[in-house]
T-cell receptor, first 111, second 117 residues
Framework: EDKVVQSPLSLVVHEGDTVTLNCSYE??????LLWYKQEKKAPTFLFMLTSSGIEKKSGRLSSILDKKELSSILNITATQTGDSAIYLC???????????FGPGTRLSVLP | GAVVSQHPSWVICKSGTSVKIECRSLDFQATTMFWYRQFPKQSLMLMAT?????????EQGVEKDKFLINHASLTLSTLTVTSAHPEDSSFYIC?????????????FGPGTRLTVT
């Protein structure tokens, strides 16, 4: 059964800190790994990763996939209070139609 | 582009009544739509996969007679919670997937918060 694990489950930091969120997975016939940010409503897309070692970057956020280690990290530098959210990692295989979501990391950024 | 809407955004109903939630892809065609539920402080849990023109595929533990799904067109899927009970209170999110050959990714709707009293 496909499985996605995230750590930490909860994290509290102060503005300006840098955080690293982890996602590891067990899935047969891996296709892609996605990161989402969820605030009050539905998740919003951040990154999709399919190849190892290629960093995706968007502003202060970046992410990279390690297919050998079956894991990915999401980095947020110079955190702001607006980064407070749940960060979800999801994995998709080549056969399934759907994503398997991890439990999420709840990030709280204090002023 | 790639906008998915849900209606209603929130609903309160009494125990025993049925509630219908609509999921629409506004600017693309979606052969497949997915329905999730999310309890407070928990991750998304897939309930069912809805394919246009065919029966939905339900995840283990999800009662298909209670959560009726209809995907009548390439832009609309509906979830009906029948004989709702307070334990059905949850946040329901749909997502829609492009046709193959398009971007082939999922786009999420804004969610519907259901409260059953």
């Amino acid at each position: 059964e496909d499985k996605v694990v995230q750590s930490p489950l909860s994290l509290v930091v102060h503005e300006g800190d840098t955080v690293t969120l982890n996602c590891s997975y067990e899935v047969t016939n891996f296709r892609s790994l996605l990161w989402y940010k969820q605030e009050k409503k539905a998740p919003t897309f951040l990154f999709m990763l399919t190849s190892s070692g290629i960093e995706k970057k968007s502003g202060r956020l970046s992410s990279i996939l390690d297919k050998k280690e079956l894991s990915s990290i999401l980095n947020i530098t110079a955190t702001q209070t607006g980064d407070s959210a749940i960060y979800l990692c999801a994995v998709k295989d080549n056969y399934g139609q759907n994503f398997v979501f991890g439990p999420g990391t709840r990030l709280s950024v204090l002023p | 582009g790639a906008v998915v809407s849900q209606h209603p955004s929130w609903v309160i109903c009494k125990s025993g009544t049925s509630v219908k939630i609509e999921c629409r892809s506004l600017d693309f065609q979606a052969t497949t739509m997915f329905w999730y539920r999310q309890f407070p402080k928990q991750s998304l849990m897939l309930m069912a996969t809805s394919n246009e023109g065919s029966k939905a595929t339900y995840e283990q533990g999800v009662e298909k007679d209670k959560f009726l799904i209809n995907h009548a067109s390439l832009t609309l899927s509906t979830l009906t919670v029948t004989s709702a009970h307070p334990e059905d209170s949850s946040f329901y999110i749909c997502s829609a997937r492009d046709l193959p050959g398009a971007t082939y990714e999922q786009y999420f709707g804004p969610g519907t918060r259901l409260t059953v009293t």
